[in-house]
């Protein structure tokens, strides 16, 4: 008979106590899991979130501040910037590096039931189409562009002022669908509500803080109360420049606009309107850092320029990576705890089976395989409660993803791996024999005589 079936034998024959030192095995594997899973998925999402474009310009201000609310739809925008400086990336001075540029109008926000001012409550982000027809949010492992599409229904059009886009969480949680309107608030923590704007099309979900918001044609955003400059407020630097290039790089105001009605309206003048961020695409891979050290070192500019990634990287550095090490720090101590309820349990169990050793000396055993047997025997129990934990931590993660996908758009999965599980079956093999060496030694030493008496 193998050392092997043996040790499993023991193990059975100690069928609670070893069932509940594997349990307890189990538990601090499953936290390993949960912990690896959702660091990893969390990394993917901040980095996938910040791609498609290379530059992020908006107002003076903290840059983290500047991503947070551009990109994840978190913290508060910062203040506007004159809407002549995104016509520098359409038509002006930038234009020649600028492949698109896409204007963000932030500050509003959508509320599905109002009356519960409880629920969920939607970052509103007026843009225009190219966000969706231009720009990509991420990209396969083979480095092909992931494109938006949508799940029901089109693109806003860029000269009807209210239509709408709205992001697959937000679509899933307010049960809204083509053909219905909404009437987003002004101000994030909610105010006066705005015009309504119609749902024309649902985004596929795209794993990004996207799936979160609610996109609404630019253009019936600069129509809603507190959304314009005052004739006092309008700068020269609001004022249309003269185009540097004959094909823009993003979209301009329309020469005719339309109502929900299909009746005409009058645009708001561009000198009176503002920018809450750009998003800039460039045409290579240089025009980045020339950007930003002609906006960032320009004394006189009204703008900063911010490389999304960078800033993501430094966040995951500063915030993220050492949380998960305390994280990680505790559930590995749970382990801990659980290796040396295995070394307890077995060594607890030296003085039961002294005979039984005994007999398996007297029968020709040497004591190298005496010690082999409890070696193995701890590694059985640490193998079947590292094998339940990856069960319990995966299955834990899929139980709970429907509730994290509606609250942050992070899709977790039941086979969701970080590579960093490959580490968990050696080292939990290691740790058992560590575990093991104190009762397999005192197997080692058993007077076979005296336990024969």
Not at 135 to 157: H, Q
Request: with cysteine; glycine share 8%; aromatic share 8%.
């Amino acid at each position: 008979m193998s050392y092997w079936k043996i040790a499993w034998r023991n193990m059975l024959e100690r069928g609670l106590a070893s069932a509940l030192t594997a349990f307890s095995m189990a538990l601090g594997v499953a936290a390993v899991i949960c912990v690896l899973v959702v660091h990893s998925a969390a990394v993917d999402q901040f980095s996938q979130d910040a791609q498609g474009y290379h530059l992020i310009v908006g107002g003076k201000g903290g840059a983290t501040q500047l991503v947070l609310s551009t990109v994840y739809h978190l913290d508060k925008p910062l203040y506007p910037i004159p809407y002549g400086y995104y016509r520098q990336f359409v038509d002006g001075r930038f234009a020649k590096i600028t492949e698109t540029a896409i204007p963000y109008c932030l500050g509003d926000s959508f509320y599905p039931n109002p009356e519960r001012a409880s629920d969920a409550q939607f970052r509103v982000v007026a843009t225009t189409s190219d966000l969706f027809d231009k720009l990509a949010y991420g990209a396969t492992s083979d480095g092909t562009p992931k494109r938006y599409t949508f799940a029901s229904g089109r693109n806003f059009r860029t000269d009807h002022a209210y239509e709408s886009v709205l992001g697959s969480v937000v679509a899933a949680q307010s049960g809204l669908k083509v053909g219905d309107t909404i009437n987003p608030t002004h101000d994030i923590d909610g105010g006066d509500f705005h015009d309504p704007f119609t749902i024309v099309g649902i985004l596929a979900p795209t794993g990004t803080a996207n799936d979160r918001a609610v996109f609404v044609n630019v253009e019936g955003f600069y129509l809603q109360s507190g959304h314009s400059l005052s004739a006092d407020m309008v700068s020269e630097s609001g004022a249309t420049p003269e185009p540097l290039v004959d094909d823009p790089k993003g979209i301009l105001p329309p020469a005719e606009l339309y109502d929900s009605k299909e009746e005409l309206i009058e645009p708001l003048p561009v000198n009176r309107r503002e920018v809450t961020s750009i998003l800039v695409k460039c045409t290579s891979d240089l025009a980045p850092n020339l950007l930003l050290t002609q906006i960032n070192k320009d004394n006189e500019s009204v703008a900063q320029a911010v490389a999304p990634i960078g800033v993501v990287s430094a966040l995951l550095e500063k915030v993220v990576t050492p949380l998960q090490v305390v994280l990680l720090a505790l559930t590995v101590l749970v382990v801990l705890v659980a290796a040396i309820g295995v070394l307890v349990s077995i060594y607890n169990s030296m003085s039961e089976r002294s005979h039984d050793i005994a007999v398996l000396r007297a029968l020709g055993a040497s004591r190298t395989a005496v010690v082999m047997i409890i070696l193995f025997e701890a590694i059985l129990i640490a193998l079947v409660g590292g094998a339940a934990g990856v069960l319990m931590g995966h299955g834990l993660i899929a139980a709970v993803s429907p509730m994290v996908v509606a609250r942050t758009g992070v899709s977790l999965g039941l086979f969701q791996f970080s590579p960093l599980e490959a580490m968990l079956v050696p080292g939990l093999v290691l740790l058992a024999v560590a575990a093991g060496i104190i009762p397999a030694l005192a197997a080692y030493r058993t007077d076979v005589a005296k336990a024969l008496k």
